[in-house]
C-alpha cells in the first residue's frame, strides 16, 4: 500500500525535504509521496488531525511548528523533550501521535567523518535559537565544552544555564571575537546571518586553522562567514549535511531499518537552487 508523508509550515514553498525523500523512494522502490503542506498558523490543530485522518505515516514539522505542535500530541521521544521541539511526527499503529526530533543528531552525524564529539572538546555555538538549542542538546552526551555567543546575550545566558542544569558545560559570552577563536576545535554557526549573503558581523583573524567550521545554512552554498573560514584554512561544512542526516534519521523513525542516504543525497542535490 502506498505511503503518504508531508512536511508541515509556513512558509514551506522552499523546502527541500520532499524531493530529498522521494531520491529515497527512488532508490528503495518505494511507493510513497512525500507532500509539502503550508498550513496557516490558526489551523495547526485541524491540520494535525487532517493527516492522521487521511492515513499519513508521518510528517516532518518546520518554521514556525516546531514547539506549537507539542500540545496536539500524544508523546514525545526523550529526543524531542530534551530539544523542547519537535521536527517529527510519527502515527503509532493505535493512532497516537508520537514527536521526535532528528536536527540534532542529524547535525551530529552530519560531522562525524570530520570530527567526533568527545569529552572536554571545545565547542564554540554562535546563535542561541531553536537550531543551536537542538545542536547543544545533542553534545550533551559526549561531555564536550561548549561556549555560546548571540547578539541577544540574555538568550545565550538562558541557553547555558539550560545546558548546565542538564548537567552539561557551557558558558555565555560577548558577541565578538575573543579567546574562543583561538581555542576553538569546532565552531557552529547557527544564526540565519548569511541566508541573504550578508558579510558576518565580525572578522574570524586569529581563528586556528585546525577548527572545523560548520554553518547550518546551505543556501547559499557558502555563506560569507564559512567562506572567510575555508580561506583562513580551515575545514569547513555547510548545512546540507544535517539537512540530509535529520531527513535520514526521520525515515529510520518512520520505517526502520537503514536510510537510502545515498538517493536522498541525490534527491537534495538536484533540488538544490543553482
Ligand atoms: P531562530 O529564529 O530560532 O534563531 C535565530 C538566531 O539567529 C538567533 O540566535 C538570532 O539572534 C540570530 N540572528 C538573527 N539575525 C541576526 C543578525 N542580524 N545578527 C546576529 N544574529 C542574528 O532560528 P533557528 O535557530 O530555527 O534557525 C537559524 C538558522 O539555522 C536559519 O538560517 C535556518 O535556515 C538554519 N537551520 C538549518 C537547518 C539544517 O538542517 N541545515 C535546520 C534548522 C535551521 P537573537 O537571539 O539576537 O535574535
Known sequence: MEKHFAVIGNPIAHSLSPAMHQGGYREMGLE??????????????QAVQGLKALGFTGWNVTV????????WLDELTPE??????VNTVKVMEDGRLLGHNTDGKGFVRSIQEELKPEKDMQVVILGAGGAAKGIAMALLPY???????NRTMERAQQLAE????????AV?????PGEWLKSAQLIVQTTSLGLKKEKYSFSLEGISPETLVVDIIFNPWETPFLR??????????????MLLYQGALAWEFWLGGQAPVAGMKKGLLEALPK
Open 143 to 149: 561531555q564536550v565544552k561548549i561556549t555560546l555567543l
Open 32 to 45: 510513497a509521496d512525500y507532500l509539502r503542506c503550508e498550513v496557516e498558523p490558526h489551523a495547526l490543530p
Open 162 to 169: 539550560l545546558i548546565n542544569s542538564r548537567g552539561g558545560r
Open 80 to 85: 524531542a523533550l530534551r530539544a523542547g521541539a
Open 228 to 241: 572567510e573560514a575555508r580561506e583562513r584554512g580551515c575545514r569547513t561544512l555547510n548545512g546540507a549535511g
Open 172 to 176: 555565555a559570552e560577548a558577541w565578538g
Open 64 to 71: 514556525p511548528f516546531k514547539e506549537q505542535i507539542i500540545p
